[in-house]
């Protein structure tokens, strides 16, 4: 079935250690997004990419990368940068055209930093 | 800053609706309005979206005001399964879709 795919759903990280959380659609959508989301809290959008090899910065893109190498596939890099990292990632993603026009969300990537 | 604007939290007793309301004074021509829910630590689930008309499907209503600047999201007979976080987006339909910004959402929760 298609979807998209987030990998690890739990992930545990040392201080100062670069981790990458993986994010894998085969919905053929051009569009995707990073959004984090931290406990009570609405999401807000780390980065987000239109098309292969272009992508832009969200709200809060400080501390984090990505690349968009592939239309299915979008990682994110959690750098050492980032100084508050723990949250629950989520990966979303968007055609350029549809029906119904809606965003398609993975299930999530909790990350723990010790 | 998100473009809309939502009540923090709301009650509703099970079997009755359950009435959300939005607001998105900002909205542009091209622009439609989408709600999502969460349920803890799931990613969002699409509810229903529109453009000036009401919309309903098998989950929900939508009623959107003449003038397009808020908006109501109607779940008709809540269930203790319909306890959730509600999120209303504004965004504009095919080509470029841009930055999507989600604000803290309705927190919903459902008493039997």
């Known amino acids: 079935d298609g979807g998209i795919t987030q990998s690890p759903k739990y992930l545990f990280r040392k201080e100062g250690q670069n981790v990458t959380l993986s994010c894998e659609q085969n919905?053929?959508?051009?569009?995707m997004y990073w959004y984090r989301q931290d406990p009570g809290q609405g999401l807000r959008l780390i980065y987000y990419s239109q098309i292969v090899n272009d992508f832009q910065k969200g709200d809060i893109a400080e501390g984090y990368s990505v690349s968009r190498e592939k239309k299915e596939s979008f990682p994110l890099t959690v750098t050492s940068a980032q100084k508050n990292p723990t949250a629950f990632y989520l990966c979303a993603s968007i055609p350029r055209t549809t029906n119904t026009g809606e965003l398609f969300f993975g299930e999530g990537s909790r990350l723990t930093v010790l | 800053d998100a473009k809309t604007t939502q009540p923090t939290s709301m009650d509703c007793a099970e079997g009755r609706a359950a009435n959300l309301p939005c607001n998105h004074s900002t909205i542009s021509g091209n622009e439609y309005v989408y709600w999502y829910r969460q349920i803890h630590s799931q990613g969002p689930q699409y509810i229903i979206h529109g453009l000036k008309n009401n919309e309903t499907n098998e989950m929900a209503s939508l009623i959107i005001t003449e003038d397009r600047k808020s908006s109501t999201l109607i779940l008709p007979h809540a269930t203790l399964r319909d306890t959730a976080v509600y999120y209303c987006i504004v965004r504009a339909y095919g080509g470029s879709q841009g930055n999507l910004i989600f604000g803290k959402g309705t927190k919903l929760s459902v008493k039997p």
């Open positions: 919905l053929n959508h051009d569009a």
